[in-house]
């Protein structure tokens, strides 16, 4: 986001000539990911807080918080990656030059989503499957 704000305070359109500081959808989508990776960045926070209450007390904490603080963890990369592209598209050819600073952010993103235990998809199952009563398959819990 940082990265989208200071190509975007400076980038003219080679194409339409108008300032991307003055484009509606680049500003939507600086705003959207502002307010999404508050969001994220809040919910981690209390994820951690309340597993460090467990570990503190001695508790097990139970399994199914384990299966819905692992697919929330999982989106995680996802939605920044997602957030990330949305802005890069916008931001013209410039933005996937070695130089851009938005691209070491776009790239690591995308190899980070690349993980297994970033991929919401494996978590399903383990987070439906505990409110239907049955035990969790995935192996990282």
């Not at 939507?28 to 994820?47: D, F, G, N, S, Y």
């Not at 949305?86 to 030059?97: C, H, P, S, T």
């Amino acid at each position: 986001m940082n990265a989208a704000v200071e190509i975007a305070q400076s980038r003219v359109s080679t194409n339409t000539g108008k300032a991307s500081k003055d484009d509606p959808f680049m500003n939507a989508a600086i705003a959207r990911a502002h307010a999404e990776v508050t969001e994220m960045e809040q919910t981690l926070r209390l994820t951690f807080e309340d597993l460090m209450a467990h570990a503190e007390r001695g508790e097990s904490i139970p399994m199914e918080k384990r299966t819905f603080y692992a697919y929330n963890s999982a989106s995680v990369v996802r939605r920044m990656a997602d957030l990330v592209d949305d802005m890069v598209k916008l931001l013209g050819g410039r933005a996937i030059y070695m130089s851009s600073p938005i691209l070491q952010p776009w790239l690591d993103l995308h190899a980070g989503r690349a993980h297994v235990a970033n991929d919401p998809a494996n978590r399903t199952a383990d987070l439906v499957g505990g409110m239907l009563g049955r035990e969790p398959s995935f192996t990282f819990l």
